[in-house]
């Protein structure tokens, strides 16, 4: 298959497709409303389903439905909207059907901007909605990872029976790079659901709810969730390391665009001699923490760089057990460049 | 030998009620229960449950079930009708999760004709929470918040579902009906047949209102309940059908054709 250069937020939707998905339920919000505007157009060529909801409550609750009849489903938020979104996905995790939740980053608290931030790491990976309860977060760094991840997330989806988001800052779904996407998966080819709600025929009827009066029930499906989600923990950390070394001025924290501005500074760095290597959480939850310390103890010093005033530094300090880290970030939107990073790095190198 | 000449639909189960003594919850399911029976369509039902007193409706009827956050059983219902065209999917709601914190999903699944069936039980109070003031609260009407009856200068006037869905001008069938009245139940029914009879057919999005009672939270016995019903709602919420899919189109908004 051939790489096809396309913006982030469309080859989502193409990736959608491949992965075997046919619905999608979705609210537009910038920067992310290439990916409805992408289906609207694409889903009818493949039989597929595009419904433009009217809120993105509704459309959280929408896919809550379709999740309930076993199918592949997914929709596509930014920060505000993904906020209106996390009551549905409360109920989803509680209910246990797969869904795929994208969550293309825009800045800051409130109505904020429309310009990439990665300051949704908290709410993905710790307050998603009310109640006790996970979902697997995945973090791309390019349009081909995207794609990549949008399949994965629909697998880890089904394999869990949990929500699953993609979480890129504005930049993944804004940017056109190549791409390449996997063969068409036939959405017919899916193992048959047993507990889906499909007709009570022949069977005893199916009943999905979150509703569980007795305390006594009701724990045990708390115990089972974090059952699952400490098998997640076992066996879905995902992570990339760069220009490892045994002995390291300084060691990066830093997942999707900001990695890559850092992989930048560290490369012209290396040419001065001085060795900065990089830890880039692919899997924000869970977070790859033992891999990450076992490289912290390789590095004189840390830093957890980020567009956000510092949240995925929590997880960092989780790694380093107790030593220090250094944070760098933008807010408001704004992109450091890799000679700003690359400074940032020489001057906490040298001190 | 003995003969059975009634018995329980096949679309709900033997239990033990948990509904109030006098409540009409439990005629609406056994109606709705009948219907999908008659109309051979237990087997590709799919219901879907409130927040509210029918928030456990799923232990009454037969059929496959899921329960849906406050308000948002439309859009649920949307999904799985989207997901699966040949299921007959029903909503069973309450005036609080209907009219009040679930009318944003209300009205765009009717106006969007999604190919749904909706029962909407009206008793003009909130009743699980524990008789708070819904939106059909009827004025000067007590509730535990409003103690001293809804105000209308501060609370408005009470919102009339059928009419304001039937104002839509996506086609559907809504009708009002209720079940506080025994010589009424047979409407109610056949709205309810007519409900689900249209959706077979894939013809529209139906609602049926049942003007309902709440003995408990209304301070009455039964009996006085569904005297009250019909001395103080019926003249506001009047019965009837509201609309059918055979309403007109206006011109001015007849679909015209579209350049590909």
Request: charged share 20%; with cysteine.
């Amino acid at each position: 298959m051939a790489r096809i250069l396309m913006k982030g937020n469309e080859a989502i939707g193409e990736a959608a497709i491949r992965a075997g998905c046919r619905f999608f339920f979705g609210y537009p919000i910038t920067p992310q409303s290439e990916v409805p505007e992408y289906l609207a157009k694409r889903f009818p060529e493949v039989g597929g389903v595009f419904t433009q909801a009217e809120s993105e409550v509704a459309a959280v609750n929408m896919i809550y439905g379709a999740a309930c009849t076993g199918t592949r489903v997914f929709t596509s938020s930014s920060s505000p909207g993904i906020s209106l979104m996390s009551e549905g996905v409360s109920y989803i995790a509680a209910t246990e059907v797969a869904v795929v939740i994208v969550n293309i980053v825009r800045c800051s608290p409130g109505l904020g901007g429309i310009l990439p931030s990665q300051g949704d790491y908290w709410q993905a990976t710790r307050g998603m909605g009310h109640g006790d309860f996970r979902i697997l977060v995945l973090a791309p760094a390019s349009v081909q990872e995207a794609a990549n991840l949008i399949g994965l997330a629909f697998d880890l989806a089904d394999k869990y029976t949990n929500p699953v988001m993609v979480i890129g800052d504005g930049i993944i779904g804004q940017m056109m790079e190549p791409v390449e996407f996997p063969e068409m998966t036939d959405p017919k080819s899916f193992k048959e659901k047993p507990w889906a709600l499909t007709g009570a025929k022949g069977r005893e009827p199916n009943i999905l709810t979150s509703l569980f009066l007795d305390p006594d029930v009701l724990e045990a499906m708390n115990q089972r969730l974090l059952k699952k989600y400490r098998q997640m923990e076992a066996t879905e950390k995902r992570w990339e390391e760069y220009n490892i070394s045994d002995h390291m001025d300084l060691l990066v924290f830093a997942y999707g665009t900001m990695s890559r501005i850092s992989k930048t500074a560290i490369d012209e760095l290396k040419q001065e001699g001085i060795k900065v290597g990089l830890f880039r959480p692919i899997t924000l939850y869970p977070y790859a923490y033992e891999a990450a310390s076992a490289l912290i103890e390789k590095a004189d010093k840390l830093i957890s760089v980020e567009l956000s005033t510092g949240q995925m530094i929590d997880d960092v300090r989780l790694a380093s057990k107790g030593r220090e880290v250094a944070f760098f970030g933008r807010q408001g939107g704004i992109v450091p460049t890799p000679e700003e990073v690359k400074s940032e790095f020489l001057k906490l190198v040298k001190s | 030998m003995v003969n059975t000449i009634f018995s329980r639909p096949e679309a709900h189960r033997d239990i033990f009620t948990h509904y109030c003594p006098g409540c009409t919850h439990g005629i609406t399911h056994r109606l709705v229960a009948e219907v999908l029976d008659e109309l051979k369509i237990r087997e590709r039902a799919v219901g879907i449950a409130p927040v509210g007193c029918a928030v456990l409706a799923y232990n009454y009827f037969y059929c496959d079930f899921a329960e849906a956050a406050h308000g948002r059983a439309p859009a649920m219902a949307t999904g799985i009708k989207r997901a699966r065209p040949d299921l007959i999917v029903f909503t069973y709601q309450g005036d609080g999760d209907l009219a009040s914190i679930g009318m944003g999903e209300i009205i765009h699944a009717a106006n969007r004709g999604e190919k749904i069936t909706v029962i909407f039980i009206n008793n003009a109070i909130y009743g699980m929470t524990g008789g708070q003031m819904a939106p059909t609260t009827m004025p000067n009407q007590r509730a535990t918040t409003c103690p001293f009856g809804r105000d209308v200068n501060v609370a408005g006037y009470p919102i009339r579902v059928a009419e304001l869905l039937s104002n839509l001008v996506t086609p559907s069938y809504v009708a009002r009906v209720t079940a506080s009245i025994p010589s009424q139940i047979p409407n109610a029914k056949r709205a309810l047949r007519k409900a689900f009879q249209y959706q077979i057919e894939g013809r529209c999005f139906s609602l049926v209102e049942f003007v309902s009672t709440c003995p408990t939270n209304w301070g009455m016995s039964p009996i006085k309940a569904c005297g009250w019903a019909q001395s103080d709602m019926l003249p506001f919420y009047k019965l009837g059908v509201y609309k059918t899919p055979d309403d007109p189109i206006p011109d001015a908004v007849r679909p015209r054709e579209v350049k590909k």
